[in-house]
């Protein structure tokens, strides 16, 4: 950051985050750093600074703290109580367990036995949020006219490139079943030269690639001709 006073607010935008405290929104976290929340509110929101380099920054000094055995590709749900929040809308959570209004953030997490530290991560804006309807509220949080929807397994493959980009690889990526069953996740894996171990559902069949290969050809082999011929 190049200016002195976004060092400082930005100092204090970390402290608060891990200060005591259930409630991480602006202003509960400047009451207790003992700051205006609407100074704290205009550097998050409005001041501007390099989000993409300041990212890029703090995902190579986690790697080199965590020093990961895996990346772990994971959503997590933020229950809300209106409608107003980006992205907010009633959806299924793995935090809740269920159906319910609330935000889920897609990360690229760095895990080790001793510690587990997000290197990169999304706000998934469902298809409600899309389209001429969601204008009104789209504006009111100042969403991007650029950013629409999104899978989340698509949120995924981005920050993988974008992490690729600046020198940062997973040794192994782990992920569950929401994103393991998924063949265009998978295939966007392997088209990047990624290893993985993803959770699949019980009911999926899958097949060595040589053998669907051969199994085509068989059937098609033996297919009997077609009546008339």
Known sequence: MARADQR??????????LLDGRRKSMQPMAGRLGMDHQQLQQFMTSSTWPVDTVRARLARRAVAVVRPQVWVVDDTGFPKDGTSSPGVARQYSGTLGKVGNCQIGVSVHAASDAASCPLSWRLFLPGSWDGSEAAGRRARCRVPESEHHRPKWQLALDM????????????????????????????????????????????????????AERDAWVAKQTTPPARGT
């Open 8 to 17: 400082v607010k930005g100092g204090l935008y970390l402290r608060g985050l």
């Open 160 to 211: 993988l490139d974008e992490l690729a980009t600046v020198g940062l690889r997973p040794a192994v990526l782990v992920a569950d079943a929401g994103y393991g069953a998924n063949a265009d996740f998978r295939h966007g894996l392997e088209d990047c030269g990624l290893a993985y171990a993803l959770q699949v559902k019980g009911e999926m069949a899958a097949h060595a690639e040589t053998v």
